[in-house]
Nanobody, 119 residues
Framework: QVQLVESGGGLVQPGGSLRLSCAAS????????MGWYRQAPGKQRELVAT???????NYADSVKGRFTISSDNAKNTVYLQMNSLKPDDTAVYYC?????????????WGQGTQVTVSS
Protein backbone atom coordinates (compact mmCIF):
# COMPACT_ATOMS: atom_id res chain seq x y z
CA GLN A 1 0.00 0.00 0.00
CA VAL A 2 1.00 3.60 -0.63
CA GLN A 3 -0.36 6.66 1.13
CA LEU A 4 -0.14 10.10 -0.49
CA VAL A 5 -0.57 13.39 1.37
CA GLU A 6 -0.75 16.64 -0.58
CA SER A 7 -0.18 20.16 0.69
CA GLY A 8 0.34 23.65 -0.64
CA GLY A 9 -2.93 24.57 -2.30
CA GLY A 10 -4.72 27.84 -1.74
CA LEU A 11 -5.97 31.08 -3.24
CA VAL A 12 -3.65 33.08 -5.49
CA GLN A 13 -4.06 36.00 -7.85
CA PRO A 14 -3.58 35.59 -11.60
CA GLY A 15 0.10 35.68 -12.42
CA GLY A 16 1.03 34.37 -8.99
CA SER A 17 2.79 31.19 -7.92
CA LEU A 18 2.12 28.20 -5.72
CA ARG A 19 4.09 25.10 -4.84
CA LEU A 20 2.34 21.82 -4.20
CA SER A 21 3.95 18.95 -2.32
CA CYS A 22 3.02 15.29 -2.17
CA ALA A 23 4.61 13.01 0.40
CA ALA A 24 4.41 9.27 -0.18
CA SER A 25 4.64 6.67 2.55
CA UNK A 26 4.25 2.92 2.78
CA UNK A 27 5.59 0.66 0.03
CA UNK A 28 7.38 3.45 -1.80
CA UNK A 29 10.32 1.45 -3.20
CA UNK A 30 8.11 -0.03 -5.91
CA UNK A 31 6.75 3.32 -7.09
CA UNK A 32 7.85 3.86 -10.70
CA UNK A 33 6.13 7.14 -11.55
CA MET A 34 4.41 9.96 -9.71
CA GLY A 35 2.44 12.86 -11.01
CA TRP A 36 -0.19 15.51 -10.63
CA TYR A 37 -3.66 15.55 -12.10
CA ARG A 38 -6.38 18.16 -11.74
CA GLN A 39 -10.14 18.31 -11.96
CA ALA A 40 -12.09 21.50 -12.46
CA PRO A 41 -15.83 21.69 -11.71
CA GLY A 42 -17.83 19.98 -14.44
CA LYS A 43 -14.73 18.66 -16.17
CA GLN A 44 -12.91 15.36 -16.30
CA ARG A 45 -9.72 14.78 -14.37
CA GLU A 46 -6.73 15.58 -16.56
CA LEU A 47 -3.00 14.99 -16.41
CA VAL A 48 -0.86 17.96 -15.42
CA ALA A 49 2.64 16.51 -15.12
CA THR A 50 4.46 13.28 -14.32
CA UNK A 51 7.95 12.31 -13.27
CA UNK A 52 9.53 8.87 -13.29
CA UNK A 53 11.85 7.54 -10.63
CA UNK A 54 14.65 8.16 -13.10
CA UNK A 55 13.68 11.81 -13.44
CA UNK A 56 11.97 11.83 -16.84
CA UNK A 57 9.18 14.38 -16.95
CA ASN A 58 6.05 14.91 -19.00
CA TYR A 59 3.72 17.91 -19.07
CA ALA A 60 0.32 18.80 -20.41
CA ASP A 61 0.59 21.36 -23.20
CA SER A 62 -1.48 23.81 -21.17
CA VAL A 63 1.15 24.05 -18.41
CA LYS A 64 4.41 23.72 -20.33
CA GLY A 65 6.76 26.58 -19.53
CA ARG A 66 4.77 27.55 -16.43
CA PHE A 67 4.77 24.46 -14.20
CA THR A 68 7.73 22.37 -13.09
CA ILE A 69 7.52 18.93 -11.52
CA SER A 70 10.40 17.66 -9.41
CA SER A 71 11.05 14.98 -6.86
CA ASP A 72 13.19 14.18 -3.86
CA ASN A 73 13.50 10.41 -3.89
CA ALA A 74 15.17 10.37 -0.49
CA LYS A 75 12.09 12.04 0.99
CA ASN A 76 9.61 10.21 -1.26
CA THR A 77 8.17 13.58 -2.13
CA VAL A 78 7.12 15.11 -5.42
CA TYR A 79 6.63 18.83 -5.98
CA LEU A 80 4.74 20.94 -8.48
CA GLN A 81 5.97 24.50 -8.85
CA MET A 82 3.24 26.52 -10.53
CA ASN A 83 4.12 29.94 -11.92
CA SER A 84 2.17 32.46 -14.01
CA LEU A 85 -1.07 30.98 -12.77
CA LYS A 86 -4.25 31.62 -14.71
CA PRO A 87 -7.92 31.39 -13.68
CA ASP A 88 -8.15 28.29 -15.93
CA ASP A 89 -5.72 26.57 -13.57
CA THR A 90 -8.37 26.60 -10.85
CA ALA A 91 -9.08 22.99 -9.89
CA VAL A 92 -8.59 20.33 -7.28
CA TYR A 93 -5.09 18.96 -7.77
CA TYR A 94 -4.50 15.28 -7.06
CA CYS A 95 -1.21 13.51 -6.51
CA UNK A 96 -0.87 10.12 -8.17
CA UNK A 97 1.61 7.31 -7.79
CA UNK A 98 1.92 4.10 -9.76
CA UNK A 99 3.36 1.10 -7.94
CA UNK A 100 4.56 -1.94 -9.86
CA UNK A 101 4.78 -5.37 -8.30
CA UNK A 102 5.60 -8.04 -10.88
CA UNK A 103 3.15 -7.68 -13.77
CA UNK A 104 0.69 -5.61 -11.75
CA UNK A 105 0.59 -1.81 -11.79
CA UNK A 106 -1.52 -0.21 -9.07
CA UNK A 107 -2.46 3.48 -8.99
CA UNK A 108 -2.79 5.43 -5.78
CA TRP A 109 -4.36 8.86 -5.27
CA GLY A 110 -4.09 11.57 -2.68
CA GLN A 111 -7.10 13.32 -1.20
CA GLY A 112 -6.66 16.41 -3.39
CA THR A 113 -5.81 20.02 -2.66
CA GLN A 114 -7.76 23.01 -3.94
CA VAL A 115 -6.03 25.62 -6.08
CA THR A 116 -8.03 28.75 -6.82
CA VAL A 117 -6.69 31.47 -9.12
CA SER A 118 -8.78 34.59 -8.80
CA SER A 119 -8.46 38.31 -8.29
Amino acid sequence: QVQLVESGGGLVQPGGSLRLSCAASGSTLSIVIMGWYRQAPGKQRELVATITRGGNTNYADSVKGRFTISSDNAKNTVYLQMNSLKPDDTAVYYCNAARVTGPIETPYWGQGTQVTVSS
